[in-house]
């Protein structure tokens, strides 16, 4: 018996169990999320009011991006504490933070490079969908702990997810100095 006989308090008693809503819904949460960082600047006209104010556009993305964050975290800390499995607490909560951060920084990245908000989305979802169809992706693969793979492949993602989202951030700002 994979849980526990009580159907209203169902929890996981593995760890690729307790993954499987971080790794699973998360990161498909995290896409919507980030994505929705540039969909304000989609209208006309609003770019240039919000490059002409004190505060410039890049730091509102950063801003915007800190704040999903922030709330996916939280959503992710209550899913663990609602686990009860204490033992486990850590490595999912880095395990979860670090899709969050991986998905996000690919969003923002994919955006940047194409200034496309259909390919902020399209790109992080195609990743997805690579990762349930193929799972020899490695580090980068987003499922570790449901395919039972090294908790310690997260510092690989999270480095990755540091540089998408500097070099992400950086082309913004560089356009944003363009114009």
Same mark, same amino acid.
């Given at each position: 018996? $994979? *849980?526990?006989? !009580?159907?209203?308090? @169902?929890?996981?008693?593995?760890?690729?169990?307790?993954?499987?809503?971080?790794?699973?819904?998360?990161?498909?949460?995290? #896409?919507? /999320?980030?994505?929705?960082?540039?969909? +304000?600047?989609?209208?006309?006209?609003?770019? !240039?009011?919000?490059?002409?104010?004190?505060?410039?556009?890049?730091?509102?993305? @950063?801003?915007?991006?800190?704040?999903?964050?922030?709330?996916?975290? @939280?959503?992710?800390?209550?899913? #663990?504490?609602?686990?009860?499995?204490?033992?486990?607490?850590?490595?999912?909560?880095?395990?979860?933070?670090?899709? &969050?951060?991986?998905?996000?920084?690919?969003?923002?990245?994919?955006?940047?490079?194409?200034?496309?908000?259909?390919?902020?989305?399209?790109? +992080?979802?195609? *990743?997805?969908?690579? /990762? #349930?169809? *193929?799972?020899?992706?490695?580090?980068?693969?987003?499922?570790?702990?449901?395919?039972?793979?090294?908790?310690?492949?997260?510092?690989?993602?999270?480095?990755?997810?540091?540089?998408?989202? &500097?070099?992400?951030?950086?082309? &913004?700002?560089?356009?944003?100095? $363009?114009?």
């Amino acid at each position: 018996m $994979r *849980y526990h006989a !009580d159907p209203i308090h @169902m929890h996981p008693t593995t760890i690729t169990q307790a993954a499987l809503p971080g790794e699973l819904f998360m990161p498909l949460a995290a #896409i919507f /999320c980030f994505g929705g960082i540039f969909l +304000p600047e989609q209208v006309a006209g609003v770019t !240039d009011v919000l490059n002409s104010k004190r505060t410039q556009l890049v730091s509102i993305y @950063m801003i915007r991006f800190g704040w999903y964050t922030v709330l996916l975290s @939280m959503i992710n800390l209550l899913l #663990i504490v609602g686990y009860q499995l204490p033992n486990f607490a850590g490595v999912l909560f880095f395990d979860f933070v670090t899709k &969050v951060l991986f998905v996000g920084s690919l969003t923002v990245f994919s955006y940047a490079a194409s200034r496309s908000l259909a390919a902020a989305y399209l790109i +992080p979802t195609v *990743y997805f969908a690579l /990762c #349930i169809g *193929y799972p020899h992706l490695g580090p980068l693969n987003l499922f570790i702990l449901m395919r039972q793979q090294s908790w310690t492949d997260n510092w690989w993602q999270l480095g990755v997810a540091v540089l998408l989202l &500097v070099g992400g951030f950086g082309l &913004v700002t560089k356009r944003a100095v $363009r114009s």
